[in-house]
């Protein structure tokens, strides 16, 4: 007999206090095209930057759309908004399966010239097992909350992420998309909060391949001009009923930590070292370079908002979808990112038709990804490197704004622009 708890529903989402708050929202959302206060003229706000040279051009990203997020929701099949408990551990399974035949693979590995290949299989197997503990604080693993915070704690806390509380600013981010001021993952600096920075730690922010490693530093303090960390109970990151649950992933991350400290005591640090921690660093450079692209790095400058201009639709309209190759399967299909930020209630296995059913209602508000023509996702290092040098920081004023240039960041004369 199939436990209870494991069946998969035929119905849509339901709410439950571990499942992602943004189903809430979003359903309190489902009337608004984003043109609720927006005033007939805009002095504060900075102008599209457009090159009208052909119409597809002269299409401003930040106007209203004409239609609303229930619209999109009606244009997904029913179906889509499944979740499969098995299916879903199925693929914990797969990717537990490779990342302990990989450690067994490792131990006997004498020669240097294979521990490069090892490191970037495994760091890329535990940037897998993430995605799943991802859609685990997203509710979108299986109905069973129960079953989503085990899961979710097993996977995450092998790789040093604390559960509930990347969960809880998790959710924070995708109920804020696109919000300057309230938005937690990868939001822009406004410029006092730039100019605040020590330059040398300000031009190594936009160096790479540092920007790549911040995760750590962003589980330990966050951004830029926010404080907290997500491993304490008392950050202002979680409300009072939030704690018990910050503090229960936190022990198990501790636990993590010991197990490791352990096996360093008993297999030598440096076995350590190549076994776990190399590919825990390849596995934070995915992570990084997958959460910044989704928000940066289009061709075009695409809008943030503040105030009355924000809403739920226009800020999750401006996120964007990737082609990583093979690494689409492998990874989960986290690329598929546009459907999944306004609807983190579909399972990922369901996203890529939910986006195309959904392609049709969107529009020019879809931007198309980049095919990616090799089997790894190499044209995506342009984009990356080229966003780095131009999206520094936004104006502290206006209700929409474009990230601008700091042209003196990698000069010599570099101080000069504090």
Not at 30 to 52: L, W
Not at 116 to 138: E, N, R, S
Request: proline share 7%; with cysteine.
């Amino acid at each position: 007999m199939v436990p209870s708890t494991l069946v998969a529903p035929s119905i849509s989402p339901k709410i439950s206090d571990f499942e992602d708050s943004t189903t809430i929202y979003e359903k309190k959302n489902m009337t608004g095209s984003g043109m609720e206060g927006r005033e007939e003229t805009q002095t504060e706000d900075e102008s599209c930057p457009v090159d009208k040279n052909s119409e597809d051009d002269l299409f401003d990203p930040s106007s209203p759309p004409p239609f609303t997020i229930g619209d999109i929701r009606a244009a997904i099949p029913t179906h889509c908004w499944v979740k499969n408990p098995w299916r879903s551990l199925s693929y914990v399974l797969r990717d537990l399966i490779a990342i302990f035949c990989l450690f067994a693979f490792a131990v006997k590995i004498e020669s240097w010239v294979l521990w490069p290949i090892y490191w970037m299989v495994q760091g890329t197997m535990f940037w897998a097992i993430f995605v799943l503990g991802h859609d685990c604080g997203h509710g979108s693993f299986s109905e069973n909350p129960k079953l989503n915070s085990i899961v979710g704690h097993l996977v995450h806390s092998f790789i040093l992420v604390p559960y509930h509380g990347w969960r809880i600013s998790h959710r924070t981010h995708h109920q804020n998309h696109g919000n300057v001021d309230h938005d937690e993952s990868w939001h822009p600096l406004t410029e006092q909060t730039y100019r605040s920075i020590d330059p040398n730690t300000r031009k190594l922010r936009f160096t790479l391949p540092f920007p790549m490693m911040a995760y750590p530093v962003y589980l330990l303090c966050r951004s830029p001009g926010r404080s907290g960390s997500h491993f304490h109970p008392g950050s202002d990151l979680f409300a009072p009923k939030e704690r018990k649950a910050v503090i229960t992933s936190t022990l198990c991350c501790s636990a993590m930590a010991a197990l490791l400290a352990k096996l360093a005591w008993i297999m030598g640090p440096t076995q350590i070292l190549k076994l776990y921690f190399v590919p825990y660093l390849i596995f934070v450079m995915w992570l990084d370079f997958v959460t910044y692209l989704h928000h940066h790095g289009y061709e075009k400058k695409l809008p943030w908002y503040r105030g009355k201009e924000w809403s739920y639709l226009r800020g999750g309209l401006t996120t964007i979808d990737r082609d990583y190759g093979m690494i689409n399967n492998i990874h989960h299909d986290i690329g598929t990112h546009v459907i999944h930020h306004m609807f983190p209630q579909i399972p990922h296995y369901n996203l890529v038709e939910a986006t195309k059913a959904a392609k049709p209602v969107l529009g020019k508000y879809y931007r198309e990804p980049e095919k990616c023509k090799m089997m790894l996702p190499l044209h995506l290092l342009k984009v990356l490197e080229r966003s780095m040098n131009e999206d520094h920081y936004v104006s502290d004023h206006g209700d929409i704004v474009y990230y601008r240039t700091d042209p003196a960041l990698f000069s010599s004369n570099s101080k000069m622009s504090s």
